[in-house]
Nanobody
Framework: QVQLVESGGGLVQAGGSLRLSCAASGRTFSTYAMGWFRQAPGKEREFVAAITWNGGSTYYAASVKGRFTSSRDHAKNTVYLQMNSLKPEDTAVYYC????????????????WGQGTQVTVSS
């Protein structure tokens, strides 16, 4: 069993930055791919980013590519999502994900979900 706890969400003005963190429990963190999905009000959940088990590859949705960066720290069992140049349309609940497929790239739903953290970008 993997438990995921997100932090770092909040309110920011357009053009600003936030860094989300996700602390994972369990000794299998190092072999799991990690990622982020988001869900805006009235919209379906959508893929944001994924990072493979060793951090060797990252994948991003077209809407965030060039602005968001995912990274992971195996020593801390933590994955990060650095979000720059935020836009009002980035407003959503952001969910951390873990998947036992080491090279999962976000093409389908991941196995584990965190509880979510709210990100609000004001114009």
């Amino acid at each position: 069993q993997v438990q995921l706890v997100e932090s770092g969400g909040g309110l920011v003005q357009a053009g600003g930055s936030l860094r989300l963190s996700c602390a994972a429990s369990g000794r299998t963190f190092s072999t799991y791919a990690m990622g982020w999905f988001r869900q805006a009000p009235g919209k379906e959940r959508e893929f944001v980013a994924a990072i493979t088990w060793n951090g060797g590859s990252t994948y991003y949705a077209a809407s965030v590519k060039g602005r968001f960066t995912s990274s992971r720290d195996h020593a801390k069992n933590t994955v990060y999502l650095q979000m720059n140049s935020l836009k009002p349309e980035d407003t959503a609940v952001y969910y951390c994900n873990a998947d036992p497929r080491p090279n999962w790239s976000g093409g389908d739903e991941p196995y584990y979900w965190g509880q979510g953290t709210q990100v609000t970008v004001s114009s």
